[in-house]
């Protein structure tokens, strides 16, 4: 299972992907009665990523920088239910790992994440 960023793949193992399906409304209220009225926008499909340690030291500091890069939105593909990658443009909310150890100037990480928040929606109404 690999996961591909802005066309470049990267060799660092996939523990486990959390995928989330958030629907968005264009408005939504309640009437007087009690009744939900609502406008939906779409699904977004979004995937919280943790990534394995049995990788390379410059494999792993390669992802890193890429996933904390300062820029708006990545083409992201990930494993998708029929086995094949899906697509889309997201952002990363939040990235983060843990300090494993420190050897001779090197330094060992564990537990890197990151959230990726689609742009669009991946199914409208």
């Not at 394995?52 to 890193?64: Q, V």
């Not at 952002?91 to 669009?120: C, E, G, M």
């Amino acid at each position: 299972m690999t996961i591909i960023i802005d066309s470049t793949t990267f060799d660092v193992p996939v523990a486990s992907i959390h995928e989330v399906c958030d629907f968005l409304d264009k408005y939504a209220e309640r009437t007087e009665d009690g009744k939900l009225k609502r406008e939906l926008i779409g699904t977004y499909h979004n995937h919280q990523i943790q990534f394995g340690m049995h990788a390379s030291t410059s494999e792993l500091a390669a992802l890193w920088l890429k996933l904390s890069e300062p820029v708006e939105f990545h083409e992201v593909t990930v494993p998708d239910t029929d086995g094949t990658g899906y697509t889309y443009t997201a952002y990363f909310a939040s990235v983060n790992r843990d300090l494993l150890r420190v050897n001779d100037a090197q330094t060992f990480w564990k537990n890197l994440a990151a959230h990726f928040i689609s742009r669009d929606p991946r199914r409208t109404p």
